[in-house]
């Protein structure tokens, strides 16, 4: 059984939001990545020269995004009967490594400065260079939250923690450099460590979000409860054999197997499946496809309901199992 998600928005819709706000996000990290990198040299800041190499590696990102866009709009073909929803969730791990590499190789720099132990002095530039930015990314992150919220991507919500981590590095960036210029030198590349550690922090916790959703995580249990919950409550369904639930994307996946009166008719259990579906639906966002599976329920002259739950998984808590 196949209904459309419970989600108004298109994909069409999704794809247009999702790239409008990307492309924002890349025209104004082109404009800052010059802007830090030029005020880096000239004002020899190693903090805002990091810092903008970090969000040089924001705009490479963004493009990345925009390609998974494309690619997660497409509809089922005969190889992919599933849909493209994965490419958001590919371009969010590629994104995550990205990351991770960007913030160790600050780190090195920085690292190697202090061991140096070079007294640079940054130009006043820098501390407006590194204000501008403080500002630009986080309107940059809401943004692009605000977007990947409510189209569902977790794509985009990880470029927008990619935009918040540059704003982080600007603000450590600003420290070392006003701390630079008040004579404690070693503050500008220790500022930069600060940095490389907090991209590197976030760089794992998209990793870790992104491997999950590769390798089609489950949703919620406390979900899953409710809705077995209310299933039983609210159908003719007497147990529920199993229920199951993958990440796909920005979508979800559904299979339950549910078992029922086995003297009733096709037509009655088709009916009783596509009120499960229906509930399914209006409990769980963005599911995209729910597949309802019908098991005869053993009768009490044919065995007992504990011999049917020794054999099944069931999501539903004690005390909620229908019994005939």
């Given at each position: 059984m196949n209904l459309n998600s419970s989600n108004n928005i298109t994909e069409n819709e999704r794809y247009k939001i999702g790239n409008r706000i990307t492309w924002i996000t890349i025209i104004i990290n082109i404009i800052l990545s010059i802007a830090k990198i030029l005020v880096g040299l000239l004002a020899n800041s190693t903090a805002m020269l990091a810092d903008g190499i970090h969000t040089i590696s924001d705009t490479a990102s963004s493009i990345g995004i925009i390609i998974s866009f494309f690619i997660a709009k497409k509809p089922?073909?005969?190889?992919?009967?599933?849909?493209?929803?994965?490419?958001?969730?590919?371009?969010?791990?590629?994104?995550?490594?990205?990351?991770?590499?960007?913030?160790?190789?600050?780190?090195?720099?920085?690292?190697?400065?202090?061991?140096?132990?070079?007294?640079?002095?940054?130009?006043?530039?820098?501390?407006?260079?590194?204000?501008?930015?403080?500002?630009?990314?986080?309107?940059?992150?809401?943004?692009?939250?605000?977007?990947?919220?409510?189209?569902?991507?977790?794509?985009?919500?990880?470029?927008?923690?990619?935009?918040?981590?540059?704003?982080l590095s600007s603000i450590g960036a600003l420290i070392g450099i006003i701390g630079a210029r008040m004579g404690y030198y070693f503050l500008d590349p220790l500022a930069g460590l600060v940095v490389s550690v907090i991209v590197v922090k976030v760089g794992i916790e998209i990793f870790i979000n992104g491997y999950n959703e590769l390798m089609d995580s489950s949703i919620e249990k406390e979900k899953l409860y409710k809705v077995a919950e209310e299933i039983l409550e609210n159908t003719e369904?007497?147990?529920?054999?199993?229920?199951?639930?993958?990440?796909?994307?920005?979508?979800?996946?559904?299979?339950?197997?549910?078992?029922?009166?086995?003297?009733?008719?096709?037509?009655k259990g088709h009916s009783i499946g596509e009120d499960v579906e229906k509930i399914i639906h209006k409990n769980i966002d963005h599911v995209k496809e729910v597949l309802v599976h019908t098991n005869p329920c053993i009768r009490p002259e044919v065995g007992k309901c504990s011999d049917c739950e020794a054999r099944t998984s069931i999501f539903v808590r004690n005390g909620k199992k229908k019994h005939v």
């Open positions: 089922e073909d005969m190889e992919h009967h599933y849909g493209h929803e994965k490419a958001e969730s590919i371009a969010g791990f590629v994104l995550s490594l990205l990351l991770i590499s960007v913030g160790m190789n600050i780190g090195y720099s920085a690292i190697k400065i202090l061991i140096a132990g070079k007294n640079i002095v940054p130009g006043v530039t820098a501390v407006w260079a590194a204000s501008i930015s403080i500002v630009a990314k986080e309107v940059q992150y809401r943004i692009a939250m605000y977007g990947g919220r409510k189209i569902n991507s977790s794509a985009l919500i990880a470029d927008a923690w990619h935009h918040r981590s540059d704003a369904v007497n147990n529920i054999n199993e229920l199951r639930s993958r990440k796909h994307g920005s979508k979800v996946f559904i299979d339950i197997k549910v078992c029922v009166d086995p003297n009733i008719t096709v037509a």
